[in-house]
């Protein structure tokens, strides 16, 4: 739990005592009513401020099209989709977000055109999108035929091309 103390001393220039053991108990309002003077003291549940900054953090993981696998949060972060020189090992940056990627290397390592259903299914050279292998593709680009094959997943400059 969390004690927050909202008010000031009842005295100009009063300072608050040191914490002590006394703090964390039931007496919280007690001793700093006692110490601060005319103290409103509450008691927040801090555990609904993680759930809320926790959901804030979950939030960006959307922010990609839900047809898209994504690579797995505990790869070493990375920012181009699609590239091989920002990785360790044999491994290619996978989409994660908009704002960032992360370093990913293959499981089954599945062809162009393979049934995947995570990221990791799919060779290094592949995203995972629609349930199938395909190619990274800058966006606006012929690099998947014409540049309407290279679909917008959310990311600013990368797409994945048309399965």
Do not use: W
């Not at 006692?34 to 003291?41: F, I, Q, S």
């Not at 299914?121 to 680009?141: E, M, P, R, S, V």
């Amino acid at each position: 739990m969390l004690l927050v103390a909202v008010a000031g001393c009842a005295q100009a220039g009063t300072e608050a005592p040191a914490a002590d053991a006394r703090l964390g108990g039931a007496s919280d309002a007690a001793f700093l009513d006692g110490a601060l003077g005319t103290a409103d003291a509450r008691v927040i549940d801090s555990s609904a401020v993680v759930d809320a900054t926790l959901a804030v953090a979950d939030a960006d993981l959307t922010d990609l099209s839900p047809d898209l696998e994504t690579a797995d949060p505990s790869g070493q972060v990375c920012t181009t989709p699609g590239s091989l020189g920002e990785c360790p090992g044999i491994a290619v940056c996978q989409f994660y977000s908009s704002t960032e990627g992360r370093c990913e290397t293959c499981e089954t390592c599945g062809n162009l055109g393979a049934s995947c259903s995570a990221s990791d299914q799919c060779d290094i050279l592949f995203a995972c999108y629609l349930g199938k292998c395909t190619n990274f593709c800058t966006l606006g680009t012929s690099e998947c035929g014409p540049p309407t094959n290279c679909i917008d997943i959310g990311h600013p400059t990368k797409g994945a091309c048309l399965p």
